[in-house]
């Protein structure tokens, strides 16, 4: 049964970098029928996409975030990740890993991971 | 402000049936399709119909989506207060190459 798992660290301050990691056991990221995607939440408000990325390396990112945004793969761990750069205190969220399936359907989904920035 | 426009809450008794509306545009769920994702509060969303009514192994047939031009509807019958969390829709938007979300619809079970 597929998991996945988000890891990174939970506090950060404005204008770091954020840098998380989603851990997939149970099928190959390298399957080339779906997506790997991030999706956050911040407190007390809806879901929101961030981006995501096929198994051959092609990502979708959400436009007004692109040029803060990379969504890379490591096939050898079966791990794909998450950075933004220039983190501000509206980057305080609940981030998800989740997988997509075509067309566009989250299918599995971490347990999220809390990342607040705070000076 | 979602690109998905969805009620901020919906209210039933048990026992009852309700529907959830998601209104988007001819970018989004008029060529695409939508889906639905059922979120407990501080629990990871669940995914409740994909490809506009198909439910996911597992899902109870209790829970039924339509779409009708730029809309789609999540229906659910038979209403349990374990059915009470938060529901979004879903799709991918056309113009803006990304997938989006409506802000959600919180039901209360009576």
């Known amino acids: 049964q597929l998991q996945m798992q988000e890891s990174g660290p939970g506090l950060l301050k404005p204008s770091e970098t954020l840098s998380l990691t989603c851990t997939v056991s149970g099928d190959s990221i390298s399957d080339s029928s779906y997506y790997w995607g991030w999706i956050r939440q911040p407190p007390g408000k809806g879901l929101e996409s961030l981006g995501e990325i096929s198994s051959s390396g092609k990502t979708f990112y959400k436009p007004s975030l692109k040029s803060r945004v990379i969504i890379s793969l490591d096939t050898s761990r079966n791990q794909f990740s998450l950075k933004v750069t220039s983190v501000t205190a509206a980057d305080t969220a609940v981030y998800y890993c989740a997988r997509k399936r075509p067309p566009d359907a989250f299918d599995v989904w971490g347990p999220g991971t809390r990342v607040t920035v705070s000076s | 402000q979602s690109v998905l426009t969805q009620p901020p809450s919906v209210s039933a008794a048990p026992g009852q049936e309700v529907t959830i509306s998601c209104s988007g545009s001819?970018?989004?769920?008029?060529?695409?399709?939508a889906s639905w994702y059922q979120q407990v509060p501080g629990t990871a969303p669940k995914l409740l119909i994909y490809d506009n009514y198909k439910r996911p192994s597992g899902i109870p047939d209790r829970f039924s989506g339509s779409k009708s031009g730029t809309s789609a509807t999540l229906g659910i019958t038979g209403l349990q207060t374990g059915d009470e969390a938060d529901y979004y829709c879903?799709?991918?938007?056309?113009?803006?190459?990304?997938?989006?979300f409506g802000g959600g619809t919180r039901l209360t079970v009576l």
């Open positions: 001819s970018s989004n769920i008029g060529n695409n399709y």
């Open positions: 879903g799709t991918w938007d056309t113009s803006l190459g990304a997938v989006i």
